[in-house]
């Protein structure tokens, strides 16, 4: 398979690095999206300024607006909504990954769950390397919940439903 492109962050102070990895085959469960937009969170923002501790190196970025590129085996093939996915469609995802079955998720908050993962905050490895959003592609784990939107709704919009919109409704909700 082809490599992908991403933006390595080493370190405060040290601008981001340009590398080529080997892209993975998708896994059980997994999908890989190829990234079309990214924002710059605050909290992005507050890593690259070393004021946020993270596991370094990394990839950041969380908010992210994709299309699908392949399938994992044993894949739902449906959204958050139940919504068909095929692919090529364009689609977002929460910022973190879950195992559904654990106790937190099943009391309605998998952000507390078993096995939490969070997409642009991750150890970056040459086998575990498209978790962020500056990257050309991302590998979405099992326990990610994947909402397709509509190619009407621009995408510096779209990218901000998973984090920003998702916070000022858990705040105000
Ligand atoms: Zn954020």
């Not at 998720?105 to 939490?116: C, H």
Request: hydrophobic share 40%; proline share 6%; net charge negative.
């Amino acid at each position: 398979m082809n490599k992908g492109q991403l933006m390595m962050f080493e370190k405060p102070g040290v601008p981001m690095q340009q590398v080529a990895i080997q892209l993975p085959v998708p896994g059980p469960g997994e999908i890989l999206v190829r990234n079309k937009f990214a924002t710059i969170c605050g909290s992005d923002l507050h890593t690259y300024c070393g004021t946020r501790k993270e596991q370094l190196p990394t990839v950041l970025g969380h908010e992210i607006v994709g299309e699908i590129a392949a399938f994992g085996p044993d894949c739902l093939l449906k959204d958050q909504k139940g919504t068909d996915l095929f692919v090529g469609d364009r689609v977002t995802w929460s910022i973190f990954s879950s195992d559904p079955g654990s106790y937190y998720a099943l009391q309605g908050m998998p952000q507390k769950g078993e096995g939490l993962f969070k997409y642009g905050h991750a150890l970056f490895t040459e086998s575990d390397a498209f978790h962020g959003g500056f990257s050309e592609y991302c590998l979405l784990k099992q326990g990610t919940a994947v909402l397709k939107i509509p190619d009407t709704l621009p995408l510096s919009v779209a990218a901000t439903l998973n984090c920003a919109i998702a916070t000022v409704a858990g705040e105000f909700g």
